[in-house]
């Protein structure tokens, strides 16, 4: 069970020396109960209290990770059951489904389709996270075949190995440990095979029981047996059942710090109606799953998928935002158009798109607006007059350009007056009112 701040306050050495950071040892505790600090902040904390307070100070979901390098996943560490309250910790990853019963070239093409599936949205890389290797056959010497074409393609990629047979788990596990992929499949059946595989090779355990009270007996089962980094699956492969089994095994482990269920949850997507699979799919993006299975990558897919992911696991407390900088689009010259904007992200990424889709090269002043856009930053007084003079002065900027011209963007119009008188010498120009006008104003310049 999780401690309280008081249980928590007197283990601690309570000698409010403030080495932490916190004025006293009760704050510290607090901030510990909450989760909003950790033990490690604390030089003078007992051994003893910390391996009473390190378990209870753990994240009520276990982080597990899978892959190496660039391509690796991580998941779990959630604290929160929803993000409104903190930001949700590890994106869920999507996996896509290659069967050991598909031809070779077709196994290849999916895994070829994986490794160019990143799209750029918002300046974040997005992408499919792993491929899930099902041993359809259940036969080793086709499993090992399977992954190898995968490896052909996709060396780098992230990998779950899919079986309920030790013999082919052992021999695909053994071809790929290095890469660290999960080897899903445990069972009750075959729980002490699959867990001595597991440990052999130390990778990540994916296991299946049907209903979390299976589920939770079978997580102990294989933790008594030394493995520790486990995804759960509950069984659940209708849409009402994965949002049943995925909100309680949350609840769970956040609410009660229920640790025989405090996993990274693997949700089954696949559907032959792939307009159904994608539904299934954003169930389990919003609906704590740490990975979703799914049977195919076409575009439109993954757009949905990831435009949601990315949605959910940005920090609701802090609009995305850009450096404040004069960025340069194109090659500018000195008498290039000059225009400014805020930084909250998708304003910068849109502007900055519709200037470079004009072929017009261009400097683009990018103001803290705190992550506003052109509006709502007007309306909360972050972006006045006085703010973009000052900005416009301290930028430098008028020992680059020869003409001493700003475009504002036409939605704050209102305030080309005022920085005319902050800014003297300048010449202030209202730019459209919608980024998508930008081309054609700056091409009938
Ligand atoms: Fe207390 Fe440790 Fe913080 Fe010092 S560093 S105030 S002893 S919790």
Redesign the pocket.
Known sequence: MALSGVEIFKL??????????????L???MKLAQRQASLD?????SEEAKKVLGEASAPPIRPVSFGVGSMSVKMGEETVLFRHEKKFVNPCAVAVEVKDTMEDGEIQEIADGVMHSEIDRVGQKLRIDAILINNASNDSARFEKAVKAVMAEAPDVALILATHNPSAAEAAVKLVADKKPILYGADDSNAEAMASIAKTHKVPLGVSAKGLDALSALTEKMKALGVEDLVIDSGARSAREILEANTLVRRAAIRKNFKSLGYPVITFAQRDDHMLEALVATLGIAKYSSIVVVSSIEKWKNVALFTLRQNIYTDPQVPMQVEQKIYKIGEPAADSPFMITTNFSLTYFIVSGEVENSKVPCRLAVMDSEGLSVLTAWAAGKFTASKIAQFIQESGIENEIKKKELIIPGYVAILSGAIEDKLPGWKVTVGPREANGIPAFLKSR
């Open positions: 601690l050495p309570k000698t409010n020396c403030k080495k932490c950071g916190h004025p006293t040892c704050a510290f505790a902040a604390c030089p003078d904390v």
